[in-house]
């Protein structure tokens, strides 16, 4: 079952009076349980790419599918309520609001969801988030107390909170050192297989885009290479159409 | 839920920089101290100053009987003899907004103290709440006379400082004995100094005394004589001390036999006053006074609608306009600089919110990619300001009221405490925190999601 489909996806960026192309025509479809690497060099457009994907840009030209909705010309509100109940992110510098605790920064996004849980919900669903990324004892911690590795659960927790099906990590594991950063793509590969979220990770590291269970690589705006990498399944091998 | 939901939103987000937090809202906590403080001090000075104005008489009404015309020649205000004092008494009872009423009746004669004499400048017959109805209840000596004095005609009196000056040479006259056409008087009571009144004339050189005494025992005019300057017998008539009752007057007409006096019996006529003096509640209901008055006395009188007033009523309109004058200049400049140093404390909130968003940026940025929409920003900072600027309203409101009290107690200024200042003040407040706070708040709205996660 397809869960993201794009068709001929065109990202032009007007500088003035000259258009800078930065997608030129990007197709693929990816489905629901998958692990997937977006990765290429910089200034191939991964970002761009990432940021229609995640709900927070609009395409200049192509058809975005979402869970079978057409978006790609949603207004900026209703992309904000698609995003909050159907994306989650996670970003490379964590974002997490500073002295706030962790259970706050995590009940966060559900004071925009349509869902209007009271306090108490919100602090419970919260606090099962951080049971799940293993930070149960680390409730009413502040970032500033806590590691990087943390930092990150929490901010994984966050993007969770709303049960989204897709999770976006831009670059998760950019300010970790490699310790903390294998304990953090081992956290998405469980969601991944245990809770069958699809998460889609931009990066350039050739040894996080590994852990990925299909790799895309973009290059000048195109997909230069769409494959699964060797020991996933060959069932979750996409394929570009 | 949701307004809940923000505001506590907000209250976090103001925890998390309190040092910036208080130093934002010290710019409201100043202006609405000021407005507070100033609001107080300048109410209780525009009391003090209004009650000063309401002491120079400016609530005083004087009810004078209507002119009489003889062939066309009008004789002035005063020349009919139709005021009663049970006019006086049915005012003060009939009328709300008078605070007091008074019947007069006036005397010009001589005043003997041993080897001294003078004639004030006024000798008033009245009722103790002449004293009220002047604002000179608090005599420098001594006692007023009392209702019970009016009613016995006793003959006591109350000396003003002139003839204190004049006919004691500074010696305490309370108690002693003066004689005014040849009646003693007891000096029960010396006025409290006065001073000129605004035409200059003497206030202090004053002599009161019960008006049945005046009327009875000093003038004996009845309404055959009104005219104090026909009344030349009285004073003619052999003095001893045992005639109390000096009003012999030679009789104009021969006597009327028993018939003539059953064929025109002589009405049996009310004792006249020669003016009443009422003081209005305040100067803004002295025309509403001005009417109940007109009122009450054209149904005591009898008068059809047709026909014109047998009194006049005079206020004294210049200082009423003095006084309303002065209190609007007042409040319109304590008003001006409240106004002024409140929009310096909303400008300081805009500053510092602006920075704020500038500074929150990638918050911002990473709330529009959990699902804030613009509008969630929007709220999220308006009820930012707003707090801010409450919060500083009601320090703001402590520090001023605070402040005033300590004016009082350390300058010994009037003080009044102003609830519509406060609440005012409250609305104020919030109403610079939407007004200062919206420029932010929508700048923050309006970044793009991508920028401002970028954004260091």
């Keep these: 079952m397809e869960l993201i489909k794009l068709r001929g996806i065109e990202k032009t960026y007007q500088m003035g009076d000259i258009s800078v192309p930065v997608l030129k025509g990007i197709s693929l479809s990816i489905k629901r349980g998958e692990l997937l690497a977006l990765t290429g060099s910089s200034g191939s457009g991964k970002s761009t790419l990432m940021n229609i994907l995640g709900c927070l840009d609009r395409p200049t030209a192509g058809e975005y599918w979402l869970d079978g909705q057409e978006i790609s010309q949603l207004s900026t509100d209703e992309r904000a309520l698609l995003r909050n109940r159907k994306l989650g992110f996670v970003f490379q510098s964590f974002n997490l609001l500073a002295r706030t605790s962790a259970i706050d920064n995590v009940a966060m996004p559900l004071a925009y969801s349509a869902e209007n849980l009271n306090d108490r919900e919100a602090r419970e669903r919260a606090a099962e988030m951080l049971m799940r990324v293993g930070l149960a004892d680390r409730l009413d911690h502040y970032p500033s107390q806590l590691s990087g590795g943390q930092q990150q659960r929490v901010a994984i927790a966050r993007a969770l909170i709303n049960r989204p099906p897709v999770l976006f990590a831009d670059e998760p594991t950019g300010n970790l050192d490699s310790k903390t950063s294998e304990e953090v793509l081992q956290m998405f590969e469980r969601l991944n297989t245990e809770d069958g979220i699809t998460i889609i990770m931009v990066t350039h590291d050739p040894k996080v885009a590994g852990h990925a269970k299909r790799v895309i690589r973009l290059h000048d705006g195109l997909i230069l290479d769409d494959a699964p990498t060797a020991g996933s399944n060959s069932e979750n091998s996409g394929e570009a159409s | ?456």
């Design chain 2, 1 to 456: 839920m949701r307004v809940y939901a923000t505001a506590r939103t907000a209250f976090k987000a103001l925890r998390r920089n309190p040092m910036r937090a208080m130093l934002t809202t010290l710019g409201i906590v100043i202006g609405v101290g000021a407005v507070i403080a100033m609001m107080e001090i300048g109410a209780g000075s525009s009391a003090a100053l209004k009650k000063t104005i309401a002491s120079m008489g400016a609530n005083v009404l004087v009810i004078q009987p209507g002119t009489a015309a003889s062939g066309g020649v009008s004789f002035g205000a005063g020349s009919t003899t139709n005021l009663t004092p049970e006019d006086s008494q049915a005012i003060l009872r009939e009328c709300p907004a008078i605070r007091n009423a008074t019947p007069m009746v006036r005397a010009r004669t001589q005043v003997v103290y041993g080897n001294r004499n003078w004639v004030p400048n006024a000798m008033y017959g009245t009722t103790p709440a002449y004293l009220a109805v002047q604002n000179w209840s608090n005599l420098a000596e001594g006692e007023p006379f009392s209702d019970r004095d009016v009613l016995n005609s006793n003959r006591v009196c109350l000396l003003g400082q002139t003839l204190v000056r004049e006919l004691f040479e500074g010696v305490s006259p309370v108690g002693k004995d003066i004689r005014i056409k040849n009646i003693a008087f007891r000096v029960i009571g010396v006025l409290a100094p006065k001073g000129a009144n605004m035409m200059g004339m003497d206030q202090d050189d004053i002599i009161l005394a019960p008006w049945t005494t005046i009327k009875y025992r000093v003038t004996g005019t009845s309404l055959t004589s009104a005219n104090q300057s026909t009344d030349s017998t009285a004073s003619t008539a052999v003095n001893t001390l045992s005639n109390r009752y000096p009003a012999t007057q030679g009789t104009l007409y021969p006597a009327q036999d028993s018939v003539q006096q059953s064929d025109n019996p002589m009405p049996v006529r009310f004792a006249n006053i020669d003016s009443i003096m009422a003081a209005a509640n305040s100067s803004e209901e002295i025309s509403l006074a001005i009417e109940q008055i007109t009122g009450v006395l054209r149904e005591r009188h009898h008068l059809r609608p047709d026909e014109p007033d047998d009194f006049s009523i005079r206020d004294m309109a210049e200082l009423t306009k003095t006084l309303s004058t002065t209190t609007t200049l007042m409040t319109n400049l304590l008003l001006a600089v409240a106004m002024i140093s409140l929009v310096v404390g909303g400008v300081g909130i805009m500053n510092i919110m602006l920075v704020s968003v500038t500074e929150r940026t990638r918050e911002i940025g990473l709330r529009m990619a959990v699902g804030a929409r613009g509008r969630d920003i929007l709220r999220q900072f308006l009820v930012e300001a707003v707090v801010l600027c409450l919060t500083g309203g009601a320090m703001g409101i402590v520090l001023g009221h605070g402040g005033s009290l300590l004016v009082k107690l350390l300058l010994h200024w009037p003080v009044e405490t102003s609830p519509t200042a406060i609440a005012a003040a409250v609305l104020v407040s919030a109403g610079v925190g939407i007004i200062f706070g919206f420029y932010p708040a929508w700048k923050a709205s309006r970044l793009d999601p991508i920028e401002a996660l970028r954004y260091e």
